[in-house]
């Protein structure tokens, strides 16, 4: 199982708060394909972007 790398999700949290991102909208990254489960995914996504005042828009 292939888990996103962090240093990837903590470039992207960077480019957010560089350019003032307010909205962050994506698919469920790595969860098809790749065969991750969701709840994890999203625990790595709320652990990188906790700290912002950032709204994370997730399509299915």
Do not use: Y
Request: with cysteine; hydrophobic share 40%; net charge negative.
């Amino acid at each position: 199982m292939v888990i996103p790398p962090m240093n990837h999700l903590k470039h992207h949290w960077n480019r957010c708060r560089k350019n003032n991102v307010e909205t962050l909208a994506m698919p469920r990254i790595g969860c098809d394909i790749d065969g991750l489960e969701w709840n994890k995914v999203s625990a790595l996504l709320e652990q990188v972007f906790e700290c912002e005042n950032l709204e994370i828009v997730v399509s299915q």
